[in-house]
């Protein structure tokens, strides 16, 4: 098992939101947490092609992306001014709805800012943990134990 402290849960949660993952892949080795960036054309190391079959490492894929809009819903709905709440939530209807969040974040209510970041970074950090248990990577008393602590922040 791997020790969670000594893990990148950024660079893990950044894997796992990646959708444009055609010619490349974010993989971990599974013995050190180290996270690797592999591409079709430069490998593991940016030179030198390799196949991915070739390496013992895990991929990371991306979790859906439906996952993440659930996070700009779930804001939307736990922010205390309904009128904001509203109109974030139209923000995210339709194609698109990931660049209007973050425009009418930062253009309408940049005060909220804050609070989306530390938001989705909680979940997006969360994620990764689950992630880590589901590949046994982590045990699952830890991945517990990092969730409780690690709850969503409060909003405004």
Not at 79 to 97: H, K, P, T
Request: hydrophobic share 40%; glycine share 6%; proline share 6%.
């Amino acid at each position: 098992m791997l020790d969670l402290s000594r893990l990148d849960l950024e660079e893990i949660a950044t894997a796992l939101e990646d959708q444009t993952y055609y010619d490349h892949r974010w993989l971990i080795d599974p013995r050190t947490g180290e996270i690797v960036f592999w591409t079709t054309d430069g490998g593991v190391d940016g030179r030198t092609p390799v196949d991915l079959d070739d390496l013992d490492l895990v991929g990371i894929d991306p979790l859906p992306s439906s996952v993440w809009y659930r996070d700009m819903v779930d804001f939307a709905e736990g922010i205390s001014d309904a009128a904001v709440g509203r109109r974030l939530a139209r923000a995210i209807q339709g194609r698109g709805a990931f660049r209007r969040f973050k425009n009418t974040l930062h253009e309408e209510y940049p005060h909220l800012l804050p609070a989306w970041h530390a938001f989705r970074d909680a979940r997006s950090r969360r994620r990764a943990v689950e992630w880590l248990v589901d590949n046994s990577l982590i045990d699952d008393e830890t991945g517990e134990r990092c969730m409780v602590e690690h709850p969503d922040p409060d909003l405004p």
